[in-house]
């Protein structure tokens, strides 16, 4: 083909174009009489047009940010007895791919230490360790570890594959009602909370790092950073060096800091109240749409967080009861003497919180009932729904007893007063 | 580096080749760093726009300095090539290495289920496209611009300073001649 005759050909498929089928074919009959050859030029481009579907309609996306980040798997590419589908994504400590175990025939999550990092021991020690801390833990909120392994060199950990999305998505898309926050930090809280009892604390729990389901189910993930307490203490040689591996792009950077604790900021030893500053954080942009610490610079949000104290969140949202600032309060104490010690502390009262809110809730619209009957057997049907603990119902009961006692109570001094005040 | 990177710009656009060598390197540096960073973001990402990338890096290295149209014109363009070369580079360093007797086996199961790979083939398309350039180099460009910069036509008649007809017109011209190349 020349030049000329693509021109040529151009000119008469994009007129055919604007015809109908059987105009087309009158068409470049006639045009091309005397050049029978341009007429089959003409008719296979349309064909082809006709036949494209989709074809190249959208860039290659995927393929392109891969190349660009020099990410080191293929899709089908075997990494032992796991194929790779694609990658998910990049973290701190290597690369994500969704995988399929060609065992058990199901998906999971791969996570692979880049082999330039093989030799690099420290690495390879903390991604072994990463995979031994969320493995030694048995909790529904916390990723469940599948295998951990070496395969021709590269380092890997087989996790459970998680639909849903991450609390970061969450938060970034739209607000959340405050029983749906309290539901997600209970969640997180109770895994903390097992991690805690195992000497785990994560250190980086922030939103990028916990998943939840379309069924509602938490997922806390990437025990990257997590540090073993009573066992490596002692030979732990970054017990003092918290801050998370952050390379490059500003807005990374201080993704990452603004979750920091004041004392993982200072570089100091870090414990379980670490999580619960970092927790606090979440519970936070959780129920506020924003974080607590900003700044425009690594330096200003270390200093946010080391110095300052967050706009209270009763300005920042109507409905935030008086208890639920306090409880944000304390977890996010600059001294972490001051912090709740321990995460079952808050998570008994964010539990107890989420009660009480679920009370004023069914008793508000029974009351427009008025039927004093209802709330009793609401009261007892909502303590059967909860998933949690059988307290919830006495304390429910107890409740509604109390209020309706004063009601009775109440009434009585009513009718009392007017049988006394009766015109005599 | 955001004067730097104007002027680069701006010298460019009145014909300075030089200048393009010079910022080619540095807007792939930037491509490459935001790229890991979205990658980064969230432990599991959904999808990435390459024209997310492309805005986000004029952003970062033009920002809201004032610059001819012109110019942001030709950032988009360049952006595009690069993406094509780095794309298609890529592909042939997988051919090779493939080839090399690395292991490689594609599974009729969940693998193709949930594969999410290209069904084009880059290098046959890049050939493809060479061939197109020499018949007609802006449709060639513009299948470049759209396909590898992900520009929509409107964007792509900006950045070429032509009409959104002539951009749509060559579109479903080359579309339709790469497509019967390729199927060949």
Known sequence: MTPERYRQAEELFSKALTLTQAQRTSFLETVCFADPELRV????????????????????????????????????????????????GKGGMGEVYLAVDTHLDRRVALKLLPG???????????????????????????????????????????????EGQTLRHLIDSSTQSLGDVLDIVIQ????????HEHGIVHRDAKPENIMIRPDGLVKVLD?????????????????????PEIKTAPG?????????????????????RTDIFTLGVVLYELIAGRAPFNGDNALEVTDSILAAEPVPLTQARGDVPLE??????????????????????????????KQELELKAKLNSKAQQSEITRPIAAAKRAGVDEMNDGLSDKLKVQKLLASMILIIVTAAIIIGLIWWWRPK | MTNNITQLLVNWSDGDQAALNQLMPLVYDELRRLAESYLRRQPYHHTLQPTALVHEAYMRMVGQEEVAWESRAQFFGMAATLMRRILVDHTREKMAAKRGGGEFRLSLSEADRFSQDEDVDLI???????DLATLNQQHSRIVELRYFGGLTIDETASVLGVSHATVERGWNMARAWLRRELSR
């Open chain 1, 41 to 88: 030029e003409v008719e296979s481009l349309l064909a082809a047009h006709e036949q494209a579907g989709n074809f190249i309609d959208t860039p290659p996306s995927k393929t392109a940010a891969e190349v660009l980040a020099g990410v080191n798997a293929g899709p089908g590419q075997m990494i032992g007895h796991y194929q790779i589908i694609n990658l998910l």
């Open chain 1, 116 to 162: 330039q990092f093989t030799s690099n021991g420290d690495r390879v020690l903390r991604f072994v360790q990463e995979a031994k801390a969320a493995s030694a833990l048995n909790h529904p909120n916390i990723i469940t570890i599948h295998e951990t392994g070496k395969e021709s060199g590269t380092h890997f950990i087989a996790t459970e594959f998680i």
């Open chain 1, 188 to 195: 997180v809280a109770s895994a903390l909370s097992a991690a």
């Open chain 1, 223 to 243: 025990f990257g950073l997590a540090k073993l307490l009573s066992r490596r203490e002692a030979s732990d040689k970054d017990v003092k060096s918290p801050r």
């Open chain 1, 252 to 272: 990374l950077i201080l993704g990452t800091l603004q979750y920091m604790s004041p004392e993982q900021a200072n570089g100091k030893p870090v414990d379980a």
């Open chain 1, 324 to 353: 639920l600032q306090r409880i944000v309060g304390k977890a996010l104490r600059k001294d972490k003497e001051q912090r709740y010690q321990s995460c079952r502390e808050m998570l008994a009262d964010l539990k107890s919180l």
């Open chain 2, 124 to 130: 046959a398309l890049d050939n493809a496209l060479v």
